[in-house]
């Protein structure tokens, strides 16, 4: 990366600006690691945090430890996951209108006996990754189609989802752009309840429960017919995450 791609902020004004590189000055003062993170970085945790640098300041030097722990190859490798992604739950495919990569969950196919905990946290990591390698150019969002049809207490896994959504906030912050959770059964409200309480504010405004009825209506106010998938109305067939093409 460019000396001046790694330093830009596009669409930051001076105040801004200048809390990125005082909190630039604080991590790499800790950290020489910090030295190869790019500044659009650096701003996903300074706005995740309010722009309070002491607060991002600390939660970034917490993620550089975590990925050395998380990922000690640099990369998560099919075979460290091979248990979840046999069982088909996420594929990733398409772009909204903004240019955000789109991952589709399938959330009935999760199977919560048997599941090892620290191969989940590598799946979700592997996950977030691939959805972040395929981002264009300036854009640092995706979004995420939860798709609850057939749902039920087999595929209930609120430890699961809470070390998900604690990954998602934590170490990918400002990532996440949206997420439709669509055909959600009234059982499913109550583990909604209690996953609700682990969601920091801004991660709450992001979740968007849409009606059957209004599915496809609402999925095309963001997505592309030729870019959503043929089981929404679409015309993109499902690709498995560990097969798509960042």
């Not at 991952?103 to 996950?127: C, P, T, W």
């Not at 896994?157 to 998602?168: E, H, K, N, P, T």
């Not at 400002?174 to 991660?203: C, H, S």
């Not at 015309?235 to 995450?241: C, E, F, T, W």
């Amino acid at each position: 990366m460019e000396v001046e791609d790694k330093l830009a902020l596009p669409g930051s004004d001076q105040v801004e600006k200048r809390k990125v590189a005082s909190l630039r000055a604080l991590v790499e003062a800790e950290n020489p690691d910090a030295k190869e993170v790019d500044n659009m970085t650096l701003r996903r945790f300074l706005r995740a945090r309010d722009l309070d640098v002491e607060k991002a300041s600390a939660q970034f030097l917490k993620h550089l430890k975590w990925r050395k722990t998380i990922m000690p190859n640099g990369f998560i490798s099919e075979s460290e996951i091979s248990n979840e992604l046999a069982h088909k739950e996420l594929y990733k495919q398409g772009f909204d209108k903004q240019g955000r990569p789109i991952i589709v969950y399938l959330v009935a196919n999760h199977v919560s006996a048997g599941r090892q905990m620290d191969e989940l946290k590598r799946f979700a990591v592997y996950a977030l990754e691939k959805a972040c390698v395929s981002m264009p150019n300036g854009q640092e969002k995706f979004i995420i189609i939860s798709d609850l049809q057939g749902w039920g207490y087999s595929s209930c896994d609120v430890r699961g989802y809470l070390s998900a959504i604690d990954i998602l906030q934590s170490y990918y912050p400002e990532r996440l752009g949206k997420a439709f959770l669509i055909n959600v059964p009234y059982i499913f409200m109550k583990v909604w309840n209690v996953i609700y309480q682990f969601l920091d504010a801004k991660t709450k405004e992001k979740f968007i429960f849409v009606g059957k009825k209004e599915l496809r209506d609402t999925l095309l106010e963001d997505i592309d017919e030729s870019q959503l998938p043929e089981k929404y109305g679409g015309r993109l067939s499902l690709v498995p995450i560990e097969e798509s093409i960042e």
